[in-house]
């Protein structure tokens, strides 16, 4: 807990701790939240990983620099767009996309 407290990682992280027992057996486990103040890393930024399925393996510089454009710039994919009905979108783009206007299409 000190090491994630400390001045270890480049971001400050908040981890939430909860003890378990299990048969006589403790056991101690840790949530740390995403971070927006991507990436995360251990003393060097070389200490970037990422998840891949369910490993988790260094990071590439290029994906190094995707963390700090989407820092800079915001996921603007993952935005909602005020102001914008369906009529908005253009309905060539959604099939080159493979999305019919029915897939919009709340259930």
């Given at each position: 807990?000190?090491?994630?407290?400390?001045?270890?990682?480049?971001?400050?992280?908040?981890?939430?701790?909860?003890?378990?027992?299990?048969?006589?057996?403790?056991?101690?486990?840790?949530?740390?939240?995403?971070?927006?103040?991507?990436?995360?890393?251990?003393?060097?930024?070389?200490?970037?990983?990422?998840?891949?399925?369910?490993?988790?393996?260094?990071?590439?510089?290029?994906?190094?620099?995707?963390?700090?454009?989407?820092?800079?710039?915001?996921?603007?994919?993952?935005?909602?767009?005020?102001?914008?009905?369906?009529s908005?979108l253009?309905?060539?783009?959604?099939?080159?996309?493979?999305?019919?206007?029915?897939?919009?299409?709340?259930?």
């Open positions: 807990m000190n090491t994630i407290r400390g001045d270890k990682f480049n971001v400050n992280l908040a981890p939430k701790s909860v003890k378990y027992n299990f048969d006589g057996v403790t056991v101690i486990a840790f949530y740390i939240p995403a971070s927006n103040k991507k990436p995360v890393y251990f003393n060097l930024q070389a200490n970037t990983y990422i998840r891949r399925g369910s490993a988790d393996n260094k990071a590439t510089k290029e994906e190094i620099d995707a963390m700090y454009r989407d820092q800079t710039f915001g996921t603007k994919s993952s935005e909602i767009a005020v102001g914008t009905t369906r908005s253009n309905e060539t783009s959604l099939l080159r996309y493979g999305i019919t206007w029915r897939d919009l299409i709340p259930m």
